[in-house]
Every structure is written in structure tokens, then in C-alpha cells.
């Protein structure tokens, strides 16, 4: 049986651990949060995954960080160890690996919660109420988040988008194979196979926001040939593309929008949605 989805009680936990560490400004102090909840060290080396929690014989706990990633990057993932402190069953005892953070997939129960501690403990809820009060959705709202917190667009862009999934939507766009692709990719076939690949497309890596019966489904690739999304994605210059138009995402969805854009790390496209 899967463990039932709390993000109130690990919200309040997070409040709590919050208000005993006395934080009333931005950006939060991870390692000051981590001293708090036993972690007696933070490094950043050379791994290829995004983070590991590592117990002690002392009892305490080492944080490593990929030292290659932002610093936006390393400070979610900070907060995202962090959160396998503080989640219910988050720690097993044992090293905890984690290749990636801030997906905020429900289908991985105890990494969900931890990316939920994550943000709330980035960008706590009276810091953040404050700072984006009488603000409107936009891009330059979630650049205005991301440099007042220290975290990323994605984390900011979603944070904002619970205030009103209803009528607002992220989407994080990757240039990459379906699943299905990268399986056939990695398997051993005949000479000559490379040649007559699949070409990578503009995918959803994620998304969130929006009513049920417009639930945005992963790698769903973008279909339009031109629109907002591709010129981010081709923008060197990384600058906020904005356009109203009809986004389809596959053939049983398509949402007509106010759209903005803006490529992140390479081969990534953050964009918005307002209906």
C-alpha cells in the first residue's frame, strides 16, 4: 500500500522548523536548517547525481551536492536532503541517492514530500505571500522569485502556480527521445542503426497546474512546427518569449493561452500558461 500524500503535515513541519530557526528573510539559510535537524557538513563534489544523504557513525548526516549544477540547483537539492529528514519514512538508515529532484511526481511518494519541503523551505509561505503580493504571472514575476529566494525558475514558477492551479499551468520542456526511443537506443541492434534514429523533440519533462480534464501528460512532444516554446528553446540570448496561441500537446489536448517562455539549462524550456 502506498503511503498517503500529506504535503499539509510536511508544509507545517517545514513551518515549524522554520519559526524555532527564527528565519525572517530571504534568502534562507540551509545550513543553518540543516545544523538544526543534525547535518554536520554540506560538500560539493564531483557526482553525476544530483545529491546524497549520507549518515555518520557520530549520528549526524554529510549532504554531497554536484558541485557542476547551479548554485539555484544545489541549493533545492540541499533543501531536498533536507526534506528526507523531515518526511515521515524519508530516511531508511542508509545512503540516500538522488539523480534528480524538483520533478514533484506524485507516483514517488517520498520524494514528492521531499520536493514539497523543499520549496516550502526556499521560499517559506509568509516570506513568499509578501514578496509576490498584488504581482501578476509572469515571467519576470518568477525571474523576481528566483533572485529574492536563490532558487531556480522551475522551483519558482511552480511555487506560484499552487496559488492558483485552476487557471495556471508550468510547463518544463526537454529536448529529448520518448521513452520507448531511449530504450530501443540503448539496446545493441544492427550497423548502420544510428543513421535512421529518431530525432530528438521539444518533450514535457513535467507540468503542473490546470483542471483534471487537462492534465498535461509526460513526453508528450510539441506538434506546432513554429510558436513561443521553439523560439525560446532556439534563443541564445535565453530572453522571455511571450504570444497568446493554441498549444498542443498531443491529439486529445490542446490549450488556447497567454504563453511566455524562457530556455533554462541547456536543452530545457520553462513556460507558463494563463488562461
Not at 526534506?83 to 545512503?95: C, F, K
Not at 539523480?99 to 514517488?108: A, P, S
Not at 545493441?188 to 542503426?193: A, D, S
Request: net charge neutral; hydrophobic share 40%; proline share 4%.
Amino acid at each position: 500500500m502506498k503511503q498517503r500524500v500529506n504535503e499539509a503535515v510536511v508544509i507545517e513541519m517545514c513551518t515549524k522548523l522554520l519559526e524555532e530557526v527564527g528565519v525572517d528573510e530571504a534568502p534562507v539559510d540551509l545550513r543553518l536548517l540543516g545544523s538544526m535537524l543534525g547535518v554536520s557538513s554540506i560538500a560539493e563534489v564531483d557526482i553525476p547525481e544530483a545529491g546524497k544523504l549520507i549518515p555518520k557513525t557520530d549520528g549526524n548526516f554529510a549532504i554531497f551536492l554536484n558541485k557542476a549544477d547551479s548554485q539555484a540547483r544545489k541549493r533545492f537539492t540541499t533543501a531536498h536532503e533536507l526534506g528526507h529528514l523531515l518526511v515521515p519514512g524519508g530516511v531508511s538508515g542508509r545512503e540516500i541517492i538522488d539523480y534528480e529532484v524538483g520533478l514533484f511526481d506524485k507516483e514517488k511518494t517520498i520524494e514528492f514530500l521531499c520536493d514539497v519541503a523543499a520549496a516550502n523551505l526556499l521560499m517559506p509561505t509568509s516570506l513568499f505571500d509578501e514578496f509576490v503580493k498584488g504581482k501578476k504571472f509572469t515571467l519576470q514575476t518568477i525571474v523576481d522569485i528566483s533572485q529574492k529566494f536563490n532558487v531556480s525558475l522551475e522551483a519558482a514558477a511552480l511555487q506560484m502556480v499552487k496559488r492558483s492551479p485552476g487557471k495556471r499551468a508550468v510547463v518544463v520542456w526537454e529536448h529529448m527521445h520518448k521513452p520507448k526511443e531511449e530504450v530501443l537506443l540503448a539496446t545493441p541492434t544492427f550497423p548502420g542503426f544510428e543513421d535512421c534514429a529518431p530525432d530528438k523533440l521539444l518533450r514535457v519533462k513535467y507540468a503542473f497546474g490546470l483542471s483534471r480534464k487537462e492534465h498535461i501528460p509526460k513526453s508528450k512532444s510539441l506538434e506546432e512546427s513554429k510558436n513561443v516554446i521553439l523560439s525560446a528553446f532556439e534563443d541564445q540570448k535565453k530572453s522571455i518569449h511571450k504570444s497568446r496561441q493554441v498549444i498542443t500537446f498531443g491529439p486529445q489536448l490542446s490549450i488556447d493561452c497567454e504563453c511566455e517562455a524562457i530556455a533554462t539549462i541547456a536543452g530545457r524550456v520553462l513556460s507558463i500558461i494563463r488562461r
